[in-house]
Each structure stands twice: as C-alpha cells, then as structure tokens.
C-alpha cells in the first residue's frame, strides 16, 4: 500500500471518529455477553458472527495509528493494524 | 522528604483529561436510539449500568460474578475512605482498622480469578488482548496482599499498629506528597503494605489508559443508546 493511499484512508477513518464511535471503541471490555446475545452466532459458532470481533477489526486500527499508546507500546491493547487487514482479507462477503 | 506521587498524580490528571476530551468530542449527528421508546432516558440509563440486565438474561453466572465483583469493589473503596481520615457514620459497626476483615477482599479475588480463568479457557481466546489479562492479574495481586495484610498482621502479632499509622501514610499518598511513617516498616507484616501499594500503584497509573475506562465513560454511552 503506497504512502497518499495510507494517508487518505486514514484521514477517512479520522472523519468517522465522532464521540459515539470512540465511545463504542473505548468501552469494550471483551466480556463475551455479545456472543451469546447474537442469535447468529448461536445458530452458526463463526468467529466473524460476533460483534465484537468485527469491532475489533476497527479498534486494532484505532489503538495503533489514533491512540499515543499505539505508538509507544502497541502489545498492550493488541494494537495490531496487520492483524486487521489480515482478517478483513480473510472474511468472506 | 518531600517527593512526588506519582501514581495519584497520573491517575487523577489522567481521569480528568481522558473524560473531559471524551466529553468535548463531535456528537454523532443523528440518534442512535433502535426503537422509540416512552421510557425516560436517564433512570433507564442507570438502571442498565448498575444492574446489567442484558447480561443477567444472557449469563447469568456471569452476572452474580459480575455484582460481586463490583460490589465488592465498591465496599473496599469505601473502606479505604476510613484510611484517609475518620468517620464517624462508618464506626456504625465497631472494627479496628478494616470493616469486612479481609473477607470483602476475599470475595473480590475469587471473582477476579473465575473472570481470569474464564478468559483463558474460552473458546473464542483470541478475542481477548494482553490488556485484559494484564489488568485481571493485577488486580488479583492488589487484592491479595491488600486484603491479606489484616490477617497478616495477626499472624505475625504486630497488632500494636493502629489504624492512625495507615491513615498517616495514605493520607498522604492522596495529597501527593508520601510520607511513610516508621510503625509501618518496621512492622512484620510491612511486605504486605509494601507490595500491596506498589501494586496498587501500577493499577492506578495503568487505569486511564486502559479498558477500565468504562466505569466512566458508561454513562454517556447508555445514554446514547437510550435516545
């Protein structure tokens, strides 16, 4: 991925982080309740049926490239932005 | 000596900074409210913060955990409160230096040990990150020497340190300025406090930069959702 296709993509994401989208970020304290909660995910055990993967997938990328502790440490919150694009690639639309 | 603590400093100043510029973010501009609803916002806000009744009807067990483990959590911040200073409305039931006696402690590190257990033998374990584990095993050993130390200290019959001695020390840890008086070192069951407060301290550094965020940030999100 070149150098402006990364900066436009993350200049797309910076207009998406409103109040409500960092506080859904913020708040998920992988508990687990989503995954029985989601009726999918009950009929068909998938990882990509639970809403907090999918959300996952976002936030990995928000600790790394929008938090100071992406930068400093990013093992702490799992901050693996290769992580994302991997599984993006890997979910079947 | 006057130095610098600086585990309360970040803890506090992190707080504050972390819940003002979440307050002061762009609001989203339309609601996300699912259905419309006649319920007032705020009581029914509240109502699923403290008594997550998602979570009672999805998992049940997993929700006793969770009330003990706050309540808990609760009890003890109360009963570090009578560690800054006296008070006279908590003297209600007679007790020497800590109202449950170790056992409140107790509670809280067997829940913390079911949730730590819980996540590593998950089938879904790669949705947790090393956070999650990180905070889990450092509360468990805040708790354990935070709450063992009153029955420490009868074990080792150093019952001469009175409740004054804590409340000197921790008292001053809050108004940033540490000073530990000699009682407390010299005392057998001081490893105890010691590594209690170091763990401690780690805890509250760590706190708003973390997940545990969520005990404030809850209440604007509920809200949210509630229209």
New interface residues.
């Given amino acids: 991925m070149d150098q402006k296709t990364r900066e436009e993509l993350l200049r797309l994401f910076r207009s998406k982080l409103d109040q409500a989208m960092k506080l859904y970020l913020e708040t998920c304290t992988r508990c687990g309740v989503c995954y029985s909660a989601c009726h999918v995910h009950e009929s068909m055990p998938h990882l990509k049926y639970i809403a907090a993967y999918r959300a996952e997938i976002v936030r990995r990328i928000y600790n790394r490239y929008f938090k100071g502790q992406g930068r400093i440490m990013p093992h702490v919150r799992g901050a693996d932005a290769a992580w994302s694009i991997a599984h993006l690639a890997s979910t079947p639309r | 000596m006057n130095s610098l603590d600086a585990a309360f400093l970040v803890f506090f100043v992190g707080i504050v900074a972390r819940v003002v510029k979440?307050?002061r973010?762009?609001?989203?501009?339309t609601t996300?409210q699912i259905y419309p609803e006649r319920r007032p916002k705020w009581p029914w806000a509240l109502y699923d913060i403290f008594l997550l009744p998602?979570?009672l009807r999805?998992?049940p067990v997993?929700w006793a955990f969770l009330m003990v483990f706050h309540i808990a959590f609760l009890l003890l911040i109360i009963g570090h409160l009578e560690l800054i200073r006296e008070f006279t409305v908590l003297q209600a039931i007679e007790h020497e230096v800590f109202l449950g006696k170790g056992f409140v402690g107790l509670l809280l590190s067997i829940a913390l040990l079911y949730f730590l257990f819980?996540?590593l033998v998950?089938?879904?374990r790669?949705?947790?990150?090393?956070?999650?584990y990180?905070l889990l095993i450092l509360l468990f050993l805040t708790v354990l020497f935070g709450s063992q130390m009153d029955w420490a200290r009868s074990w080792y019959e150093y019952d001469s340190l009175s409740v004054e001695d804590y409340r000197a020390y921790l008292s001053s840890l809050l108004y940033l300025r540490p000073e530990l008086p000699e009682n407390l070192t010299f005392s057998g069951h001081s490893f105890m406090l010691i590594l209690h407060v170091f763990f401690a301290n780690l805890f509250l550094m760590f706190f708003p930069?973390?997940?545990i965020?969520?005990s404030f940030?809850?209440i604007?999100?509920n809200t949210?959702r509630r229209g």
Wanted: proline share 14%.
């Fill in positions: 979440m307050v973010e762009p609001k989203h501009p996300l998602t979570i999805h998992k997993l819980r996540r998950s089938p879904n790669e949705m947790s990150v090393p956070e999650d990180y930069f973390s997940k965020m969520h940030f809850t604007p999100m949210l």
